[in-house]
DNA sequence: GCCGTTTTCGGCCCGACTGTTTTCAGTCG
């Protein structure tokens, strides 16, 4: 059974191989584009195919497509692929995502060097082999050499959204079996870490076996690597390592505490039991008998004095509970022994999103779509942010594209005066830190957003002047995406962090987090440093249609992990003190 | 391969940068 992502991963990598192979790029577009639609799609493409609903009404998908789609549910592969793999090494795809390689020169490595791996490229750049192939030189070899040691870095983690893509449909499936009686996801995952390596799935239940059975049954498991007693591991077709551990009712607490984590966090735990002649294990809390070693392997000698739940757990040690994003040993523990856990934002805290494209730039959906969307989740305003004009491939508004904008938003926010649309426009920082917008039309903005698409590679030093320039503008509110890394895809832009945080600071400039579960950026530690400094942050969906404004969570998920809360994100704010507060 | 129609073909976001060239192909967003 094949979810969206799946599907859509499989579409896209044919476009690849038929782009390596020189295809009609227009070809190779739409299977892109019938990917894009796939993706993101609110329903299950295997519920539409049971259903019988016509796949084609979708945009980008033609009675090719449908096919295509109709099969990958049914058979779970695809015999169009299957095909081009004859043609073209499947392997080749992981190569094109490497910064500096494209379907051109993947050819080229492929057919002159033989080149078919990662491996085999990296060996082949190291040995010198890369730079002598024409089109080819010592700088692109070396960027190949970097790409690959980045890629290795990486390896075998998923992003927190795509994890949340593959777990959800497997816990429904679990609750499904009657002698589940409890359900939770614990490690990484729970602390919402941006990136999770593996699941850890934990379960109560009174017989154990039916629900390793049920759960090794899962139609999506590819392997099964370890199934014994009260514990499983399961590899996803996904690739997605998944463990299970069934529990009973009295341990559960500290069994879900101890598969949260993080290390640190249940080391200092662990440290802080010993001071008071306790123990902590995954079975519970113990009060260590007079005389005996604590760090004895007998866990379970000694009186039990918790491990229902983790409140219990935490209780024992002195401890408030700690939300788990915060488990990371980053003074938690010492903030829950001195009651002084900070209030962590949360989404009903979100007045408004100050991110979003409309149909106008690169967006799927149209103003009044977007602004009804807002409406929907409760905002109080939402900022529209069409991008500037340069980044043409965006279709980005010049200003009198602008204008005209202008005249729609006013037609739109008459027929919808319970919500506050904030005119504004991602400005593109050029070269230089200039604007990619006139200043008299900067000035008419509401809010004014500013941000990199472009020369990613400057050198720091030249970056960060570039950077500084634009926060200096004086109508500047906000730098979107501040570090313009794509997690598991692109490194960020080297520049100096702390000397933009600072020029922020002084500047009355916010920073983003940008919620994109792609970009998450800035990322938790970075978060932390800002708010230590004093600058003002606002979390935006930088959504591209309505159903990514639901993407919120995830920016207020990174928020709680940096120990925001609702006073230092300028967008739990009522709107004339959002507006106030990003003039100051 | 999709789409829309001026409805079964012809168009399909496009401009800039980089490193390789010696006038530009390939990559990127």
Redesign the pocket.
């Known amino acids: 059974m094949m979810e969206n992502t799946e599907i859509a991963k499989v579409l896209r990598d044919v476009g690849t191989l038929l782009e390596i192979d020189g295809a ?1 790029p ?2 190779v ?3 892109e ?2 990917a894009r639609t796939v993706e993101p799609h609110a329903v299950p493409m295997r519920t539409m195919v049971e259903s019988g609903a016509k796949l ?1 009404d ?9 096919s ?1 789609i109709q099969e990958l549910v049914t058979t779970g592969a695809l015999r ?1 692929l299957q095909d081009l793999t004859r043609e073209v090494p499947y392997t080749l795809v992981e190569m ?1 995502r ?9 050819n ?1 490595l492929w057919r002159e060097l033989g080149v078919e791996t990662i491996d085999q490229l990296e060996a082949a750049a190291k040995a010198g082999a890369v ?1 002598s192939l ?8 070396e ?1 190949i050499v970097r790409g690959i040691a980045s890629l290795k870095k990486r390896a075998g983690r998923f992003r927190l959204a795509h994890a949340d893509q593959l777990v959800e449909p497997l816990v429904e499936y679990m609750r499904t079996h009657e002698g589940v009686r409890r359900i939770e996801v614990a490690g990484s995952y729970r602390r919402r870490m941006e990136t999770v390596g593996d699941i850890d799935l934990l379960v109560i239940a009174r017989d154990p076996q039916p629900v390793m059975d049920h759960f090794t049954a899962y139609e999506r498991v590819k392997k099964i690597e370890l199934a014994s007693g009260t514990s499983a591991r399961v590899m996803l077709q996904s690739g997605l390592q998944v463990n299970l551990r069934v529990l009973p009712p009295a341990s559960y607490g500290a069994a879900l505490q101890y598969f949260t984590g993080s290390q640190a966090h249940n080391v200092k735990l662990r440290r802080r039991a010993v001071a008071r002649g306790l123990r902590v294990s995954e079975d519970g809390v113990f009060r260590v008998p007079e005389g005996e070693d604590p760090d004895a392997e007998d866990v379970l000698s000694g009186e039990r004095v918790a491990g229902a739940s983790e409140e219990d757990v935490y209780a024992a040690l002195e401890l408030a509970w700690i939300p788990p994003e915060l488990r990371e040993d980053r003074g938690e523990v010492e903030a829950a022994a001195g009651g002084k856990l900070p209030e962590l934002v949360t989404l009903d805290h979100m007045r408004g999103d100050l991110q979003m494209h409309s149909t106008w730039s ?1 967006g799927h959906d149209g103003i009044d779509a977007m602004v009804k969307g807002c409406v929907e989740r409760g905002y109080e305003y939402l900022a529209l942010t069409d991008h500037s004009k ?6 980005g508004l010049d200003a009198e594209a602008l204008r005209e904008q202008w005249r729609e938003i006013d037609e739109v926010q008459a027929a919808h005066p319970e919500i506050r649309i904030l005119k504004s426009q991602e400005i593109d920082i050029l ?1 230089d830190g200039s604007l990619d917008l006139a200043d008299e039309m900067i000035e008419q903005l509401d809010v004014v957003l500013v941000s990199i ?6 050198p720091a030093a030249q970056q960060t002047n570039r950077i500084l320039a634009a926060i200096r503008h004086p109508a500047v509110h906000i730098l979107a995406h501040p570090t313009g890394r ?1 997690i598991n ?2 490194e960020p832009y080297q520049f100096d962090l702390e000397e933009v945080l600072c020029c922020c600071k002084e500047n009355g400039v916010a920073v983003e987090l940008n919620a994109h579960p792609s970009r998450l950026d800035l990322k938790d530690t970075q978060l932390m440093r800002a708010r230590e400094l004093g600058v003002k942050i606002v979390i935006s969906t930088d959504a591209h249609r309505v159903r990514d404004l639901d993407l919120m969570h995830y920016g207020v998920e990174q928020a709680r992990r940096a120990w925001l809360a609702p006073a230092d994100v300028l967008n739990t704010r009522p709107l004339q003190e959002l507006l106030g507060s990003l003039e100051t």
């Open positions: 009609n227009f070809r577009r739409a299977y584009n019938a084609t979708l945009p980008g998908i033609g009675k090719e497509m449908a295509h169009v094109v490497l910064p500096g390689v494209g379907p051109k020169r993947a080229k730079e024409a089109g080819f030189g010592k700088k692109t070899q960027r690169d340069s980044l043409a491939m965006t279709g070269r698409h472009s020369l990613f590679d400057l794509l895809e692109r």
